[in-house]
């Protein structure tokens, strides 16, 4: 298997971008769904939503968005980043990402998280404090649902289910499920131990800090004998420059991409310097010319040997045309570059 390199997008909207544009929320929507077409004319193979429930963000439920992209393309895989399952129903949660995959001819998956923003916990009365034993939880339900057509089940944060027939089923047989997870190696160690695919956030630090996460993942992995199963995926902020003066004019929207929007809500201000400091070779971020970041990303698969990765393409407000002009330049010329250069099946 060669490496996967998709884009995804986490719904950010700016009332007013850096430029001064006002975008609405349905021309924000709109743009996401051509991002997702435009990834396919490229010839990538992964598209993301994430999902938020803040005023931040235009997206709160990914599988509607996911489906307007399924109806408009034929190949490209299509996934969640990530769904919020501690705050959610697993049984929603499969039945909607199985009409995702009966609509786009087996080509949904889900993954999962834990959420690194408060917002869903208090707008679905879920106990922030029990998170992660709310994940742990439903994550063990949606792995029995999406393998038993019909089960019995009980927990602590739902009611039971006896004889249940969970419908409709997915075409793919299993439903591929991803675990999202940042800089926490309990987190990539429950991965490994079901032998679930690991998605990492890739947002600071050197890849020497993520293969610490890495390696965790695949030692628990091998312990639990899912030896065959085991996949990494990273996930990074990308721009694809046509120079390094252009990469580095994009300081203005990054910075408004992670800047706190309102009082109370998270986030932070990248400085001009800490942002200079992720462009350079062995950093997070994948923003610069096209052989930067195919260096980057060549470096970064010596290290951990990824088998997927999947980079944010539309933060901070960057106009449509810089955009769908980045995208391009990931699907012409980043992403050859990048599996000519690995040169041979991933993962281990």
Do not use: C
């Amino acid at each position: 298997m060669t490496v996967e390199i998709g884009v995804a997008t986490l719904s950010d909207r700016q009332p007013r971008t850096v430029d001064g544009t006002a975008v609405p929320e349905s021309a924000r929507m709109a743009q996401i769904v051509a991002l997702g077409v435009q990834a396919e004319e490229a010839g990538l193979d992964l598209f993301g939503v994430g999902e938020h429930h803040s005023p931040d963000f235009v997206v709160s439920s990914p599988v509607p968005v996911l489906a307007a992209v399924a109806a408009r393309t034929a190949r490209i895989r299509l996934t969640s980043a990530v769904t919020v399952l501690s705050v959610h129903d697993p049984v929603r949660v499969y039945q909607d990402f199985a009409t995702l995959d009966l609509l786009s001819g087996a080509r949904a998956e889900i993954t999962v998280g834990r959420s690194a923003y408060p917002d869903p916990f208090a707008l679905f009365g879920a106990d922030i404090e029990r998170y992660d034993e709310l994940f742990a939880e439903k994550l063990a339900l949606l792995l029995r649902l999406r393998a038993e057509p019909v089960l019995s089940w009980r927990g602590a944060h739902r009611p039971p289910m006896f004889d249940a027939r969970v419908t409709p089923r997915s075409l793919q047989d299993p439903l591929p499920v991803w675990v999202g997870a940042g800089g926490t190696p309990s987190s990539a160690a429950r991965a490994g131990e079901l032998g679930l695919p690991l998605m990492l956030g890739y947002l600071g630090g050197t890849p020497e800090h993520l293969r610490r996460l890495v390696d965790v993942y695949r030692a628990a992995g091998r312990r639990a004998g899912h030896h065959d199963s085991l996949r990494v995926g990273v996930a990074a902020h990308y721009f694809g420059a046509g120079t390094p003066a252009e990469a580095a004019a994009t300081y203005p929207y990054y910075r408004d991409f992670l800047r706190p929007k309102r009082p109370g809500s998270p986030g932070y201000v990248v400085s001009p310097e800490a942002f200079a400091d992720g462009l350079r070779p062995g950093n997070a971020l994948m923003i610069g010319t096209a052989s930067h970041v195919t260096e980057k990303l060549r470096q970064l698969h010596e290290v951990i040997g990824f088998d997927r990765v999947l980079l944010l393409i539309d933060w901070g407000g960057l106009p449509a045309a810089s955009v769908q002009e980045s995208l391009h330049r990931l699907g012409t010329e980043i992403a050859p570059a990048v599996r000519a250069a690995i040169g041979s099946p991933v993962g281990g």
